[in-house]
């Protein structure tokens, strides 16, 4: 008897009942840029079809997401004034803040709104934290860490990102939300972070690439697979709710192994870089950008990820109501 596997491939209709990996836009999440200023919709040049918003117009965005069936979105700031201790990132009228009640008026609950807490963007100097002489200092970041997270609460953030990479972090948000009365506020850690190549195009677009040194002190090696374990766990245990694994695609054995150890739900990131090399090389013809870009986010699913934070969010989304995936 001759075992035959293409019987489960014949017409789509099998291929469909028998794909092992089913997606839904639900686990999708759309990164957004906003803007100070007003009437702003600029084009990211790294990012091609991506766009600086001001806080005004970043509903546009969101319409046009809500349309595709995506309605969970993690916000990023540009501040017009930077300085050593980032003093933006959570001033009460910081455009986040801004961002975050202007949105939550019009939409409430019919958008969940994820927020980056990071000292990156906000910093002259541009490392994630606050520095002492030329070395990021842990435990006083911890303290403008809390004060981010608490300032996005209060302006309606549904759930707060820490992506700076410090030690301690997730607990020390966690007790300092729960102390100002936001118990209800998750935390979406990124608990696994390498310091990779592949932000290139997003330090780009938000003009946050360090002034000095790189981010290697606190962001992790990309030769190390146990230590990724070693961060999730103690993220984990320090109350976060869900963790990131970023970026995805050179690191889909993390995804599969972080997934396979920690018992909450996993995050993949698709960073900037991943996008634009698609977006480039389908420009250019060398590939077919729409089948490549399902491909790469099943495979990052496939891995084991529950979510995934994706520049293609929208694309995705449409790809799955065609039928073409999911
Ligand atoms: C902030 C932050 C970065 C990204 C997400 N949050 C940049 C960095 O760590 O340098 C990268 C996202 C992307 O490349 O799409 N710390």
């Known amino acids: 008897m001759v075992n035959r596997p293409r019987i489960l491939r014949a017409t789509p209709l099998i291929r469909e009942l028998s794909r092992e990996v089913k997606i839904s836009e639900k686990a999708l999440i759309l990164p957004i840029f906003i803007k100070e200023g007003k009437n702003i919709k600029s084009p990211i040049k790294s990012m091609d079809k991506q766009y600086h ?3 005004d117009r970043v509903a546009e965005e969101i319409e046009s997401a809500l349309e595709k069936g995506v309605n969970k979105f993690i916000l990023f700031g540009l501040p017009d004034k930077k300085d050593s201790f980032g003093s933006l990132a959570y001033c009460e009228n910081g455009v986040i803040q801004n ?67 410090m030690d301690g972090r997730v607990k020390f ?23 990779s190549y592949f932000y290139g195009p997003f330090r780009e677009a938000v003009n946050s690439k360090p002034s000095f040194g790189d981010r290697k002190t606190y962001q992790m090696d990309f030769h190390n697979k ?54 480039s090389a389908g420009k250019m013809g060398f590939i077919d950008e729409y089948g490549v870009m ?4 099943i495979s990052i699913f496939r891995a084991g990820a529950d979510v995934l934070i994706s520049y293609f969010a929208k694309e995705i989304a449409t790809a799955i109501k065609n039928g073409d995936i999911g």
């Open 294 to 297: 399902c491909e790469s986010a």
């Open 99 to 165: 961002a975050l009640r202007t949105l939550k008026a019009k939409y409430g609950s019919k958008i969940f709104l994820i927020t980056d807490v990071c000292m990156c963007e906000y910093t002259d100097h541009g490392h994630c934290g606050i520095l002492d002489g030329e070395k990021v200092d842990n435990d006083s970041t911890l303290l403008y860490l809390g004060k981010i997270a608490i300032s996005h609460a209060l302006a309606g953030a549904d759930m707060i990102a820490p992506s700076d990479m």
């Open 53 to 55: 918003y001001s806080v």
């Open 173 to 195: 948000i966690r007790k300092s939300l729960d102390e100002n009365g936001f118990k209800d506020i998750g935390i979406m850690s990124y608990g696994v972070k390498y310091a």
């Open 226 to 279: 146990k230590e990724a374990v070693k961060e999730a766990m103690l993220d984990v245990n320090e109350g976060s709710d869900m963790i990131i694994v970023k970026p995805a695609l050179s690191y889909l054995d993390i995804v599969q192994t972080v997934s396979n150890t920690i018992n909450i739900p996993v995050v993949a990131y698709s960073v900037s870089g991943e996008y634009a090399m698609i977006k």
